[in-house]
Every structure is written in C-alpha cells, then in structure tokens.
C-alpha cells in the first residue's frame, strides 16, 4: 500500500496541508464541561460536605483511590452515601473524573491531595462513616516505612474524624504493612475488629484486580471505632 492510501484510511488526509486541521483548532471554542474534581479554595480551611454534595448523607473517604473503579462503583451502589476519593495523582483523578461523569454520579467528589494532610487537617471531628484504604504504596524496605499512610498516627486521626460505630476498610498485597496495619490497630484500644459487609468485599479495586490476576495474594481486614 502506498503511504498516500494508508494516510487517507488513518484519516490523516489534511496532515500535509494542515488548512483544515489548523482552521478547526482556531476556530475551537473551548466547551465547559462538568467536573466532578473539588478544586480546594484553600488548604487551610476544613472541607464543608454542605458546599460539595447535593444531599447531606453519610460521608465515606477512598484514599488513594487510583484510577477509582472501585469508588465509582461503590457510589453508583449507593446513592444514599456521599463519597469523597482522595488522589494526589491529577492524572488519575481525571480518569476518575472521567468514570463518574460517565456514570453521571451526584453523590461523589475528587480532591487532589496528601491523604495524611486531608485526615490531619482538613475533614472535621464525627465527619465519616467510613473510610476505604486499598492498597497503598508499600514503602517496602526498613527506611522507607515512616512513609506509610496506616501508621499509629493514623489510628488517632482516624478515631477522630469517624462518626461511632464508623470504619476503616483496609487491603493491601503487602505482608509486613499488613502486620503494621494490624498491630497499629491493636494498640488503640478505642477500635475493634469489624466485618467487611459481602457488598463491598466482592468490588475490587483495580490493583486488586491485577494482583489477583497474578496471583499475587491480599489480605484483608476491617476496624471498628467504638
Ligand atoms: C497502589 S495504588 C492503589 C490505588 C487503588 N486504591 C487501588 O487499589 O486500585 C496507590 C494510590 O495511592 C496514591 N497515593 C499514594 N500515596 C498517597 C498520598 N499520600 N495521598 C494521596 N494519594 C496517594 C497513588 O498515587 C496511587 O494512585
């Protein structure tokens, strides 16, 4: 085939001349589009669920929550929560940003940020009912462990933003910080062990997925405020 033929099938025909290619780019007006992305006015000022959500309904945080399969479709599931996912990737919180307005979801927000900074800072005492944290960056070697999102740190800032009864759903691939996640969880007396409900044990996330494809095992765990 001739390179002329192949351009015409690609749909490359202007790619020469660029007349019509350039004409459609300076006449483009840009449309405005829905997004989905919660753009922080600032970084000191608590986040207000009343200014984010059309309906005031309990609130759950994904952080680090990836490409978001498993957000958007645990929010399409249920219209009765609010659901907050935290990403400090812009480009993964546009695929998100993508997914939910595709599924045209009223009841889910995108924040781009430092997860430990929004827990510390930025959500307010008795605010979440639950919060969702699927694998996270191991930091597998000794050095790099301070780095871990579920630390006892984490436990305290968890206690304080989760309504009673409130939770925190844990996954990870990683055997050590799933020993840390544990034992952190074990010296706040203030939680139990609690149940993953099946509805939400059978959705996996994206990496989950693709461990499990490789047979990379999970595990799994859940914790309880008192
Ligand atoms: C291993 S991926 C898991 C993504 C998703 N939860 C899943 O299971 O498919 C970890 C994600 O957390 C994000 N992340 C890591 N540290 C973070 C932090 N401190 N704050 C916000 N996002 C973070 C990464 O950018 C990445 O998208």
Redesign the pocket.
């Known amino acids: 085939m001739k390179n002329e033929d192949r351009s015409t099938l690609s749909g490359c025909d202007d790619r020469n001349t660029g007349t019509r290619t350039d004409a459609a780019a300076r006449n483009r007006v840009p449309v405005p589009h829905p997004t989905w992305i919660h753009r922080l006015s600032s970084i000191l000022e608590p986040l207000d669920p009343a200014k984010l959500f059309a309906l005031p309904q309990p609130l759950e945080v994904d ?5 978001g399969s ?1 957000v958007v479709q645990y929010a399409q599931r249920h219209c009765e929560r609010n659901f907050l996912a ?4 812009l480009g ?1 919180l546009r695929k998100i940003d993508r997914k939910a307005s595709r599924a045209g979801l009223t009841n889910l927000r995108l924040v781009r940020i ?3 900074y929004l827990i510390e800072y930025l959500l307010l005492r008795k605010m979440v009912q639950a919060l969702h944290v ?4 191991p930091w597998p070697k000794r050095k790099q462990r301070k780095n871990r ?1 579920v630390n006892f740190r984490f436990t305290e800032l968890a206690q304080a933003i989760l309504v009673p009864g409130g939770t925190v759903y844990l996954r990870t691939d990683d055997t050590d910080y799933f020993e840390q996640m544990t034992a952190v969880f074990a010296a706040n007396t203030n939680f139990l062990p609690g149940e993953t409900p099946p509805e939400l044990s059978v959705i996996m ?4 997925k693709d461990f499990l494809t490789r047979g990379i095992k999970t595990l799994r765990v859940a914790y309880q405020l008192c």
Do not use: K
Not at 63 to 67: P, R, T
Not at 86 to 89: D, F, I, M, P, Q
Not at 205 to 208: A, C, K, L
């Open positions: 952080l680090g929550s990836g490409d498993f935290v990403e400090r990737l993964r430092e997860a430990s699927y694998f996270p960056d999102l996330t994206d990496f989950e």
